[in-house]
């Protein structure tokens, strides 16, 4: 690009002070520069005021943020979960997750299993020991039973047998009389 | 650096963006911490002259830096991370500024007075210097802010954040030619407010 051909464009002159012009045009800018005193104005102009901006929006006026505020956002930042959005890092989660469950509920069962034997074991231990207390309780009575009824049989056959046959015979007798007795009474119920 | 900081952190006081990156992501403690103490000022001054009000500018900062540490599995070294984390705080603030479009409204109304309530820093002037620096910062600060955020972004980047046209384009995605023009009308705005302000030398 000759310097005859430079047509007058602040938007150039803006982009050349911020030192974005491209090597060939920045070079025909200058050319054009020393030819037009209107664009030497302007650039003169445009440095000023991009110099009182660059100054009143530089960084040593930049806001004071609070003591630690560092310290706390890394906390922050460092406990929070939405960060974890890393694909091998949700598989290892669910890894540890798994592995976890299955160890709480291994041990878990242990120590249910552990529970149950022992109350089962316990219980039938005091059930046992009821039911044999009972069976036992009931051998000594019976057992009881046949020597009184024995000694008490033994003493009336060896008094006199017949006293002991009319004895059972009388027993007979009472138990098909009153049988006998106790049917007519209802069969006269019947009739009235 | 804060007296407070940890021995871990002083370490991480000379090391390269990338090698702290590489070091949070790791899960290597301090690493981030520094990360974030390199570029909290910055980020925060973008981002306040992005949305105009002091606690969502911090907040957002806050949610940015999260949004950064979610995101260093994905940062790819061959990138320069400051331009990157000013992409992701650019996300952050268009987003913020379309959910209370009432305080966009509000930040382009702003008066002179907004100014003066801020809490910032200036460092080695004298009171005089101090003084006149002040008046013409404020001047020229409520001028950017009456800016539409589309043009405001640009100047805020290109002459508070020093950002090259290139990483102009990388960080709003838009095309050089539309970074060049809009910078251009910008300040081109500005000088026509300055003039009709009648503030001279400028």
Redesign the interface.
Known sequence: MSTSDYTCETENIAVYIDGELEPARRTALEEHLKQCPSCATELQTQRVFMCELNSALANRYELAVPPNFARTVAVHAESDMRGVRNLAEHKRALRFCIILGLAAFALLGVATSKAVVLSVRSMAGKVLGVVGLFAKTTFDAASGVTVISRVVSRGLIADSRLASMAGLFVLVLAIAVLSFLIARYHRARLIE | M?S?ASPDVLSFGSAADRDLVASAAQGLEGG???L??RY???I??YV??MVGD?EA??DL??EI??K????L?RYRPEFKFSTWIYKIAHNAAIDHLRRNSGRERSLIKGTEDDNYD???????LSPEQQSE?EE??VE??TV?RSLPTAYREL??L???Q?L??EEIVEVTGLPLGTV??R??RA?EM??QQFLCKGIT??
Do not use: C, W
């Open positions: 804060s407070s981030f911490e520094e974030v103490r909290q000022r910055p925060s001054g306040y002259r002091y500018a911090l900062t806050q830096f999260i950064v540490y979610g995101s599995a801020l809490p910032l820093e200036s460092e080695g620096r013409r910062r020229i600060e950017v100047v805020v290109r002459h508070s020093d090259t046209y060049k023009n910078l251009f300040r500005m000088r030398g400028i």
